[in-house]
């Protein structure tokens, strides 16, 4: 037998594989995907539903989630990115409520569905930008509840760190056509802020301290008025505030490792100040100079690795609480654990709700609260 020949029959073999491997039900989807009307896409939304449904009911929950999977994908694959994000909240859903165990392989899943969405929503930013806005959204939401899914049953206590990573990015994409936080109508979460605020902590939390640093690094450098004692009413730089962010998440999760990585990039590859100059305008309150956000993560991170350093630790927040003060959502929670773990300074009881509330957030247990601008 000729190569050539060889190679047909083996082609022949697989197609009559596939056939048998297809159920009537994947035919009458596939049928109904190929008319290419709404109607038709709709129609194969309610029959996937029902069947992923019937799957659960009848204790076959694994199965009813892999044809949530599969189908979405195939919604995907024809551009149907509306009935897809429709039946992706119903895959969320049985992920938690079967439950299904968080493993590399759901994980992996999971990161395929991210990529098919994008790519298939892609045609739309231009000609359809509400719509466009609309979906992005929905694909946030379902990438919230995967970092719940896979904290609530997964080994790691605040979510995978690439679903982490995927919702962080998520919220870059969404927070580059997203209205600034006041003039967020829905007071949602989505203003352009708290965006950007959330994207830092899921980034932290899936230990990427180089990835935050590109993002860093495409932020505009501090303005005159923004080092300006009192920073003409206002706040530091954008950047600065989302280093401060990261590294008060990454110590508060005790990652002194990718905050030190975080610190080191940002003073050598992206910020360009004099740092000696800062470090001792920092301690002299009278040069008319606003004490810097570099400076305030540097001296945190070395009072945190040495012991009996709470005196210290205490200093540092009363010398930087005016900037802390003006971080939204707070920064408090965060500062709060940080002198509970490293130096055993044991929050008031008013506190212990709202640190519980932040754990439940980090692990996507909800969204930011509306109308709180990021810094």
Known sequence: MSAAAARRRKQLAAKKSAEEAQTPLTIRLTNLLAENEDSAAYEALQLAHSQVRRLISSDKGDEGAELAYDVSLQFLSHGRVSVASQLLALLAEVLMEVPIETTSSWVEKITIIDTNYKKALEPMKASQPNEYDRLMRLHYNFLKKIVKWSADWGTIKFGDLKCHSLLGEQCWLISSTAPSDEEDEDEEGFGKESLRAECIMHL????????????????????????????????????????????????????????????????????????????????????????????????????????????????????????????????????????????????PPSMMNMMENMMAMMAGGGMMAPGMAGM
């Not at 100059?277 to 810097?292: E, F, I, Q, R, V």
């Not at 070395?302 to 009996?308: A, G, P, Q, S, V």
């Open 204 to 347: 932290a939390l899936a230990e990427q301290p180089q990835r935050i640093g590109e993002l860093l690094a495409g932020l505009p450098a501090p303005t005159q008025e923004e080092e300006k004692m009192g920073r003409g009413g206002g706040t530091a730089a954008e950047r600065d505030c989302f280093l401060t962010r990261a590294i008060v998440v990454f110590i508060a999760m005790e990652n002194l490792r990718d905050a030190n990585i975080l610190t080191k990039h940002f003073m050598e590859e992206i910020d360009t100040r004099n740092h000696k100059k800062l470090a001792k305008s920092y301690m002299n309150k009278n040069d008319g100079m606003a004490p810097t956000h570099v400076i305030f993560c540097c001296m945190l991170l070395r009072i945190c690795e040495k012991d009996r350093a709470g005196p210290l630790f205490q200093w540092l927040l009363r010398s930087f609480a005016v900037d802390l003060a003006k971080f939204r959502p707070d920064l408090k929670v965060y500062t709060t654990k940080i002198g509970r773990v490293y130096f055993g300074i044991q929050p």
